[in-house]
């Protein structure tokens, strides 16, 4: 029997680089020997969520699946934005009702279920949603798929702080990307042969690994031995929304790290109208969604495990170089679509700028991820989590119907300089936080 065992510790060894598996930092004393099947738990679970996240994005997938059904357009542009801010505007006040469980795996596992079952759904409508009515049950799917994913992402951080050592949450993050990323390059490498055949029975087959790939979630979140945490101090949702706004007075820090954030939603933004570029190119054949795809698992796979590594060495300078490759990439995009010539007029230039801009839109989330959970304490890292998740929701939308204004005056090409310009300011924002690994 302790095979098994030795065999597990000495790969969770070689992942993070550890000499010694029972090394801990910031972690319960319980929680340490446990740490090697942790790991593990949290990696598979972290992959599911990934790819079940890739394979329904609204990015890529459900504006096609919006197409296919033949829903009105203005209700794609909703996608995004229900997205975003439907996962993290109820954060805050999930986080005072997680803080009263000592066991918050479960809010996790609950979130994890939820997620397959919204997406089981979406995958139905693929099959036999049609026009407007179909468009508006995809976004009010959607719409419960975001808070479920609210719900899962608060638990899961809460968790990763319980369970997982301080120095080593980056790596787990990157190994994940990197093999979510892996499996996504298959599902797009399928589309691509698709090209054009007709979408509905594909997308349905996407989706439903999707829900799958949230069922598995739940599954591993169920079996992480958690140490139940204090209780104490939990709080009601409008006493976190107090709590929540004296921090924001009180830690210069956390406002700093926030306002760094908000800047970086540049990438998050930019991604949409890059591949809608592309997309202007290929229409809505199933061979340029299979393409985007593609690009998106190939810079997944190379973009996260470097980005974890230097995350647990600095995650504020992670931050910083995100912030200046997202004003690359959107400089870059604008200069080919103004730029003439016969090769800008297909989806492959694009394809590359949209995989220079995931790759670096992973190096914003690990180091946004890493950073918030290393800065907290373990008395309040649900809560700052949540505080944070809830002013970013508030700011997605506000920004996001910004950016669709510009979007619609200036023109797509245009709006990428601006979006260039507040991801240089996320840069110089980011260069001035604390360190705090």
Known sequence: MAAPEISQSRLYEWLTGDEDSRMCKDIPDEACDEQPRSFFLHLVASLGNKLADELSSARLVLPWLMGVIGAPLWMVGLLVPI????????????????????????????????????????????LFGSGAVGGGLVL????????????????????????????????????????????????????VLFDDRPGELALAVLLGIAALGWALNALCAARIREAPGAVGGGENAWDSVRLGLRLLREDRAFLHFNLSRALLLASALALPYVALLGQQQSGTALGGLGVLIVVSGLAG???????????????????????????????????????????????????????????????????????????????????????????TGVLMLVVGGLVGALAQWLGTAALMVVLALMALAAAASASRLPEVE
């Open 83 to 126: 997205r975003e801010a439907g996962a993290l505007l109820p954060q805050l006040f999930v986080a005072g009702f997680i803080r009263l469980r000592p066991e918050r795996k479960w809010a996790w596992v609950a979130g994890g279920l939820l997620q397959a079952v919204a997406a089981a759904l979406l995958a139905l409508l693929a």
């Open 140 to 191: 009010a799917v959607l719409v419960a798929l975001s808070l479920a994913r609210g719900l899962s992402s608060v638990a899961t951080k809460d968790v990763l702080g319980k369970t997982i050592s301080k120095q080593r949450r980056g790596t787990l993050m990157g190994w994940s990307g990197s093999m979510a990323g892996a499996v996504t390059l298959a599902a797009g490498a399928v589309l």
């Open 301 to 391: 796979m190379v973009a996260s495990p470097a980005w974890g590594k230097r995350a647990d060495a600095s995650s504020r300078r992670v931050m910083r170089d995100a912030g200046l490759g997202a004003t690359f990439c959107c400089l870059l995009a604008a200069a080919i679509a103004w730029l003439p010539g016969a090769w800008s007029q297909t989806v492959w230039p694009y394809a590359l700028v949209y995989a220079l801009l995931v790759i670096i839109h992973a190096g914003v989330r690990l180091g946004r991820k890493t950073y918030i959970v290393d800065m907290a304490g373990s008395d309040r890292r649900a809560l700052y989590v949540a505080l944070s998740n809830t002013i």
